[in-house]
T-cell receptor, first 112, second 114 residues
Framework: QKEVEQNSGPLSVPEGAIASLNCTYS??????FFWYRQYSGKSPELIMS????GDKEDGRFTAQLNKASQYVSLLIRDSQPSDSATYLC????????????FGSGTKLNVKP | DTAVSQTPKYLVTQMGNDKSIKCEQN?????MYWYKQDSKKFLKIMFS???????INETVPNRFSPKSPDKAHLNLHINSLELGDSAVYFC?????????????FGPGTRLTVL
């Protein structure tokens, strides 16, 4: 069983719409959750982190965490073509240093 | 100013060869990592060093040997390369080993084994 699961997509949304990306994880004691964006041929870059249940907003991005359901999501409001990329969910458990488990990513296409 | 740099960016080599990838960070971080990203975009941690000490050593063939001469450098040497080693290898760094510490990734090294 994979530690972190994401729908590979592609997820296609029109420009200006809300894109919703989902991630589930298997380790119940996971404490830290991250969303990375990766453009084709580039390295992952952190866009959001969340550590407690609820919503966390940063500009057009909102991360949502539900530890009881072992579920974390990323909403992108007013999607732009420049948001087209692969979004990687990463989860870190309690202790064990900074061993991050990444999902395989969801490819997002925002159509003009 | 490049925060995390890797060399080379591309590496094409024959099966059985030995090759090295170098990583340097100028962020003053004390923890560095090697990740492997396969063709399906799955990013998997291989090794991590904190203050030159190996702290994460995943189930990786012993043909892979990391070396950290100092906190700012982490190199990866691969012996007897195999076709399955073809992937993009990312170096990353963070300050500290807590889960709240952001990891910054290098540009990646695309390794192709023929």
């Amino acid at each position: 069983q994979k530690e972190v699961e994401q729908n590979s997509g592609p997820l296609s949304v029109p420009e200006g719409a809300i894109a919703s990306l989902n991630c589930t994880y298997s380790d119940r004691v996971s404490q830290s959750f991250f969303w990375y964006r990766q453009y084709s041929g580039k390295s992952p870059e952190l866009i959001m982190s969340i550590y407690s249940n609820g919503d966390k907003e940063d500009g057009r991005f909102t991360a949502q965490l539900n530890k009881a359901s072992q579920y974390v999501s990323l909403l992108i409001r007013d999607s732009q073509p420049s948001d087209s990329a692969t979004y990687l969910c990463a989860v870190k458990g309690w202790g064990n240093f900074n061993k991050f488990y990444f999902g395989s990513g969801t490819k997002l296409n925002v159509k003009p | 100013d490049t925060a995390v740099s890797q060399t080379p960016k591309y590496l094409v080599t024959q099966m059985g060869n030995d090759k090295s990838i170098k990583c340097e960070q100028n962020l003053g971080h004390d923890t560095m990592y090697w990740y492997k990203q396969d063709s399906k975009k799955f990013l998997k941690i291989m090794f991590s060093y904190n203050n030159k000490e190996l702290i994460i050593n995943e189930t990786v063939p012993n043909r892979f040997s990391p070396k950290s001469p100092d906190k700012a450098h982490l190199n990866l040497h691969i012996n007897s390369l195999e076709l399955g080693d073809s992937a993009v290898y990312f170096c990353a760094s963070s300050q500290g080993v807590r889960g709240t510490d952001t990891q910054y990734f290098g540009p990646g090294t695309r390794l192709t084994v023929l």
